[in-house]
Protein backbone atom coordinates (compact mmCIF):
# COMPACT_ATOMS: atom_id res chain seq x y z
CA UNK A 1 0.00 0.00 0.00
CA UNK A 2 1.34 3.58 -0.82
CA UNK A 3 2.37 6.03 1.76
CA UNK A 4 2.56 9.12 -0.79
CA UNK A 5 0.72 10.80 -3.28
CA UNK A 6 3.30 12.90 -5.60
CA UNK A 7 2.10 16.00 -6.76
CA UNK A 8 3.15 17.06 -10.81
CA UNK A 9 5.78 19.33 -9.02
CA UNK A 10 7.70 16.32 -7.09
CA UNK A 11 7.47 14.09 -10.37
CA UNK A 12 8.88 16.89 -12.33
CA UNK A 13 11.46 17.65 -9.91
CA UNK A 14 12.35 14.14 -10.40
CA UNK A 15 12.60 13.51 -14.01
CA UNK A 16 14.44 16.68 -14.33
CA UNK A 17 16.99 15.93 -11.56
CA UNK A 18 15.85 19.52 -10.17
CA UNK A 19 16.48 20.68 -6.41
CA UNK A 20 14.12 18.18 -4.14
CA UNK A 21 14.46 15.42 -6.40
CA UNK A 22 16.54 13.30 -3.95
CA UNK A 23 13.62 12.96 -1.17
CA UNK A 24 10.87 11.73 -4.33
CA UNK A 25 13.59 9.25 -5.68
CA UNK A 26 13.75 7.87 -1.94
CA UNK A 27 9.90 7.49 -1.19
CA UNK A 28 9.71 6.28 -4.95
CA UNK A 29 8.65 2.55 -4.17
CA UNK A 30 5.28 3.82 -1.81
CA UNK A 31 4.26 6.57 -4.11
CA UNK A 32 1.38 6.96 -5.93
CA UNK A 33 0.43 9.60 -8.83
CA UNK A 34 -3.00 11.11 -10.16
CA UNK A 35 -3.77 10.74 -13.27
CA UNK A 36 -4.72 14.66 -13.48
CA UNK A 37 -1.33 14.75 -11.88
CA UNK A 38 0.19 12.66 -14.85
CA UNK A 39 -1.79 14.67 -17.53
CA UNK A 40 -0.02 18.10 -15.73
CA UNK A 41 3.63 16.29 -15.81
CA UNK A 42 3.32 15.61 -19.30
CA UNK A 43 1.65 19.05 -20.63
CA UNK A 44 4.97 20.61 -18.80
CA UNK A 45 7.17 18.19 -20.02
CA UNK A 46 5.82 18.81 -24.30
CA UNK A 47 5.60 22.04 -23.54
CA UNK A 48 9.15 22.42 -23.00
CA UNK A 49 9.79 20.50 -25.72
CA UNK A 50 9.57 16.99 -25.06
CA UNK A 51 7.75 14.56 -27.50
CA UNK A 52 4.69 12.93 -26.28
CA UNK A 53 6.79 9.59 -26.76
CA UNK A 54 9.49 10.85 -24.67
CA UNK A 55 7.19 12.08 -22.09
CA UNK A 56 5.87 8.44 -21.93
CA UNK A 57 9.32 6.71 -22.00
CA UNK A 58 10.63 8.91 -19.30
CA UNK A 59 7.63 8.45 -17.04
CA UNK A 60 7.24 4.67 -17.91
CA UNK A 61 10.90 3.82 -16.59
CA UNK A 62 9.86 4.92 -13.24
CA UNK A 63 7.88 2.52 -11.41
CA UNK A 64 4.76 4.49 -9.97
CA UNK A 65 0.87 3.50 -9.92
CA UNK A 66 -1.26 5.80 -11.48
CA UNK A 67 -4.53 6.08 -9.84
CA UNK A 68 -7.92 7.27 -12.08
CA UNK A 69 -9.74 10.42 -11.32
CA UNK A 70 -13.35 9.12 -10.53
CA UNK A 71 -16.43 10.70 -9.42
CA UNK A 72 -15.49 10.47 -5.77
CA UNK A 73 -12.21 12.49 -6.47
CA UNK A 74 -13.95 14.73 -8.56
CA UNK A 75 -16.50 15.56 -5.22
CA UNK A 76 -13.93 15.98 -3.21
CA UNK A 77 -11.63 17.58 -5.56
CA UNK A 78 -14.35 20.23 -6.11
CA UNK A 79 -15.14 20.78 -2.55
CA UNK A 80 -11.59 21.82 -1.67
CA UNK A 81 -12.25 25.34 -3.67
CA UNK A 82 -14.19 26.21 -0.31
CA UNK A 83 -10.46 25.96 1.74
CA UNK A 84 -7.82 26.62 -1.43
CA UNK A 85 -9.51 29.48 -2.84
CA UNK A 86 -7.61 32.21 -1.57
CA UNK A 87 -4.52 30.57 -2.01
CA UNK A 88 -5.44 30.21 -5.99
CA UNK A 89 -4.63 26.17 -5.37
CA UNK A 90 -5.35 24.68 -9.17
CA UNK A 91 -8.15 22.05 -10.15
CA UNK A 92 -4.79 19.82 -10.55
CA UNK A 93 -3.57 20.57 -7.06
CA UNK A 94 -7.29 20.01 -5.87
CA UNK A 95 -7.04 16.76 -7.72
CA UNK A 96 -3.87 15.95 -6.27
CA UNK A 97 -4.87 17.18 -2.40
CA UNK A 98 -8.20 15.23 -2.93
CA UNK A 99 -6.14 11.79 -3.43
CA UNK A 100 -4.01 12.28 -0.90
CA UNK A 101 -7.07 12.91 1.63
CA UNK A 102 -9.21 9.79 0.92
CA UNK A 103 -5.84 7.33 0.90
CA UNK A 104 -4.99 9.07 3.88
CA UNK A 105 -1.36 9.56 2.37
CA UNK A 106 1.10 12.14 2.50
CA UNK A 107 1.08 13.98 -0.20
CA UNK A 108 4.52 15.10 -1.74
CA UNK A 109 4.93 18.53 -3.76
CA UNK A 110 7.51 21.52 -4.55
CA UNK A 111 4.66 24.10 -3.91
CA UNK A 112 5.93 25.69 -0.70
CA UNK A 113 2.52 27.98 -0.69
CA UNK A 114 1.07 24.32 -0.05
CA UNK A 115 1.81 24.36 3.91
CA UNK A 116 0.15 27.64 4.40
CA UNK A 117 -3.21 25.19 3.99
CA UNK A 118 -4.88 24.55 6.82
CA UNK A 119 -6.21 20.83 5.49
CA UNK A 120 -6.28 17.22 7.10
CA UNK A 121 -3.77 16.21 5.03
CA UNK A 122 -0.19 15.48 5.82
CA UNK A 123 2.28 17.43 3.57
CA UNK A 124 5.60 17.00 2.58
CA UNK A 125 7.11 20.12 0.47
CA UNK A 126 10.47 19.07 -1.16
CA UNK A 127 12.07 22.31 -1.66
CA UNK A 128 12.63 24.99 1.14
CA UNK A 129 13.34 28.07 -1.77
CA UNK A 130 10.34 27.34 -3.28
CA UNK A 131 7.87 30.88 -3.29
CA UNK A 132 5.02 31.61 -0.83
CA UNK A 133 2.38 33.97 0.67
CA UNK A 134 3.04 36.03 3.56
CA UNK A 135 0.96 34.90 6.81
CA UNK A 136 -1.73 37.43 5.94
CA UNK A 137 -2.52 35.92 2.47
CA UNK A 138 -3.26 32.59 4.35
CA UNK A 139 -6.80 30.65 4.18
CA UNK A 140 -8.63 29.37 7.37
CA UNK A 141 -9.74 26.26 7.21
CA UNK A 142 -11.89 23.52 9.30
CA UNK A 143 -8.53 21.92 11.01
CA UNK A 144 -5.08 21.67 10.68
CA UNK A 145 -2.47 20.30 8.64
CA UNK A 146 -0.86 16.79 9.98
Known sequence: MSKYVLDASALLALLNNEAGSQPVKEILPESVIGAVNLCETVTKLTSRGMSVDDARTSIGLITLEIIPFDTELAYKAGALIVDTKKLGVSLGDRACLALGLARKN?????????SKLKLDVSLEVIRENAPTLPDSETQSGSSPRN
Request: glycine letters at 0%; zero cysteines.
Open 106 to 114: TVVTAEKLW
